[in-house]
């Protein structure tokens, strides 16, 4: 597939759109910028394409999505009861970055809301995110248009990093001018309760509806992160490959000189993420009185320390420096309640591990499943610092991967190379930090032949709770592309499973 990039110049024009709106109504995913960030759309109404989203993305069907509407006008068929506070609240904030959850109308799919009973819906105020509303003439659900875990994307170049060839279209509108997702506001909570924190903060709200509601940070969410009632709640986010560190002041101490501080006991070069001042200092410091000093690579924002224009560059940030290949990154933090948007983004980078972990998958032949659940696992998370591999345990070794295993990793733009079929060995297993069979039987065959890895070993229904994926050996494509399907949500649990895993 090709991609097509469609640029769009403010004020958006829907008649630049027609083709992009006619292809989404149709059920095709298109990329679109919004103020926030990039999103990857398809039309609310259509549930295969709703699961096209999830599949592309490699997101978990329980991680809701958000639906974009032009109007409050739109809301009837996506919502079935309006809370009273809203219209005030959509007076003072929309379009704009505040999403609102309301109770979900029983027409629309609860694949958009990941089984839950309610939805969550905003109004976009980038120019060709409304075009586009327009010319689909649809709601439109849009998670961030990048491969789940990444950073998110604030440019359609960070789009095409993910998804060129994978998508029919990507509209080009310029960098986000927010650059943080949303604000997410439950409106079912007395008072409302922020659910994840952005640019419109609980002092703002207060300010212009004199509605008060519950902080993000003041609200304790316990096991609400095993069922998400909002995206951003549970699944670890915004991720480059390097490991990121948060840099803070100290009490009475500039953020320049905070950086000084770390840079003198660390080896090395890290990356840099702060602001034009900011580095303009370090780097006189760093050169003052030596000559020819190796200085770190950087990414600036223009001006002095600034909270919101730090938050804009962010992700484009991370994704920049991470181009560079450092194995760290520094990026500046920030104190206080209107920091919580950004500071919570840049606490989920930072937790992410620096260590590679290795998959081993296992099925019978080593032609069908294991190898594409090893090709899908290895598209996404490779350049997170994982690795994937796969075996068989009853295989004749050197065979090539069944044509329509190819074909439907093709229509995900995915390209395994010319591996060969090979059986599994005891290291491998021994070797391994997961190591995940396709059946129940595959499992206790494992478990019996390698005893000392027994807490490792784990079929793809006890992470899922779905049953076997089972062989789709000799069978049509259809076939093939449900065990794909099936494959790119084990994968993501598995990617979970081994992110938590590390955080502990």
Partial sequence: MKTKVIFV??????????????????????????????????????????????RLKGRPADNPLIVHLLSADDLEGVVSDIPPVFQ????????????FVMPRHPGLSPLVTGGLETVAVRFPAQPAARALLLASGVPIVA???????????TRARHVLDDFAGRIPYVIDGGPSEVGLESTVLDLLSDPPRILRPGRVTAADIEEKTGIRVIRWEEEPRGDEESRPASPGMKYRHYAPRAEVRIVLPQEDEEIA???????????????????????DEIRARLSEGKKNVPLPPAYTYEGGRNLDRAGSHLFDGLRTLD?????????????????AAYMDRLTKASRMPALVRRVLFICEGNTCRSPMAEAIFNDRYR???????????????????????????????????????????????????LVVTMTGLQRDFLLQNVPGAKGKILSAADLTGQGDIRDPYGQPLHAYRRVRDQLGSLVHEIYDRLILTESK
């Fill in 9 to 54: 110049k403010p004020p958006g024009d829907d008649r630049d759109l027609l083709e992009a709106g006619r292809a989404l109504r149709e059920g095709a995913v298109v990329a679109f910028p919004t103020e926030t960030v990039y999103g990857l759309g398809a039309s609310a109404l259509l549930p295969e394409a709703v699961l096209d989203i999830f």
């Fill in 88 to 99: 005030a609240l959509y007076q003072a904030f929309s379009p704009g970055p505040l999403t």
């Fill in 383 to 433: 350049e997170l610092g994982f690795w994937a591999e796969s075996a068989g345990i009853g295989v004749i070794a050197g065979q090539t991967m069944a044509e329509n295993a190819l074909l439907a990793l093709e229509e995900w733009g995915i390209d395994p190379g010319s591996r060969k079929s090979r059986q599994f060995r005891a290291r491998m297993v021994r070797e391994a930090d």
């Fill in 257 to 279: 000189e905070a950086f000084l501080r770390v840079l003198e006991v660390m080896e090395g070069s890290p990356a840099l993420f702060l602001s034009e001042e900011s580095w």
């Fill in 143 to 153: 998670p961030s248009a990048n491969l789940s875990g990444r950073p998110s994307p």
């Fill in 323 to 339: 181009e560079e290949g450092p194995s760290l990154i520094l990026a500046e933090g920030f104190f206080g309640p209107e920091s």
